[in-house]
C-alpha cells in the first residue's frame, strides 16, 4: 500500500478533495492513491480532531515513511485541535490558547504559527520580521477575506526520519469546501517546483 510514493495529502475532511477522490483508487476506507503524470499521489483521510489523528498516526507515518514529500491540506494539524508535533516530531511548541508557535530550533528564523486573522498574522510579521509565517488556520482567513486562494507559506518535508529537513515552500493553494480536480492537480504540479 505504501509502496512508491512521491506526495502524501492528508486530509482532515473527504468533502475538502470530493472531486479527486471520485477519480483515485480507494485501497481502504481513509486511503486512496491517484497518479497525476508520472506522479504517484497518496491521500490519507485523517478525520477531525486530536484523537482522530492519534488513531491514525502508525498509518501516516508508515506512508510518509515512502513518501519524499508530505503536505498539509485543509485544517488537519490545525495547532488548536492538536499540536502539529504529534505528527512529523520536530521543533518545540511555545505559547498556548490557540496562540502556539512551533520553532525548528531554539535560534532558527523561522516559524511556524497559527493566526485567527489577518490582523494577527500583521502582528506577527513584526514581532518576527525575518520569520516566515505558516498559516495553519486558512479555510477561516480565506472566508475572513472572501477568496478562495491564498499565497501562503506550507511545510513540506523532504525527507521523514527523526531528524527531517524542513522546506517553507511557498504555495498557491485553493481553500474550497470542494476542490475540483484541476486546481488540485495545479496544487500537486506547482508543489513540485520547489
Request: no cysteine.
Amino acid at each position: 500500500m505504501t509502496q512508491g510514493y512521491d506526495l502524501l495529502l492528508l486530509v482532515a475532511d473527504r468533502r475538502e478533495l470530493y472531486h479527486l477522490l471520485k477519480e483515485s483508487k480507494q485501497e481502504s476506507d481513509r486511503f486512496y492513491k491517484l497518479e497525476r503524470g508520472n506522479k504517484k499521489v497518496a491521500i490519507f483521510i485523517t478525520g477531525v480532531g486530536k484523537n482522530a489523528i492519534k488513531r491514525s498516526q502508525k498509518k501516516i507515518i508508515a506512508i510518509a515513511n515512502d513518501a519524499t514529500r508530505i503536505i498539509n491540506v485543509g485544517n488537519t494539524g490545525s495547532l488548536k485541535n492538536h499540536k502539529f508535533g504529534d505528527i512529523i516530531q520536530v521543533g518545540q511548541v511555545i505559547g498556548s490558547n490557540g496562540k502556539e508557535i512551533i520553532t525548528l530550533n531554539k535560534t532558527t528564523d523561522n516559524v511556524l504559527v497559527t493566526v485567527n486573522s489577518i490582523q494577527d498574522k500583521r502582528k506577527l510579521i513584526k514581532q518576527y520580521p525575518t520569520a516566515d509565517i505558516v498559516d495553519m488556520e486558512l479555510f477561516y482567513i480565506s472566508k475572513q477575506v472572501d477568496i478562495d486562494k491564498l499565497y501562503s507559506y506550507k511545510i513540506v518535508l523532504d525527507t521523514f526520519n527523526t531528524n527531517p529537513k524542513i522546506i517553507l515552500t511557498k504555495l498557491i493553494l485553493p481553500f474550497l469546501i470542494r476542490i475540483n480536480s484541476k486546481k488540485l492537480s495545479n496544487f500537486i504540479k506547482t508543489a513540485y517546483l520547489y
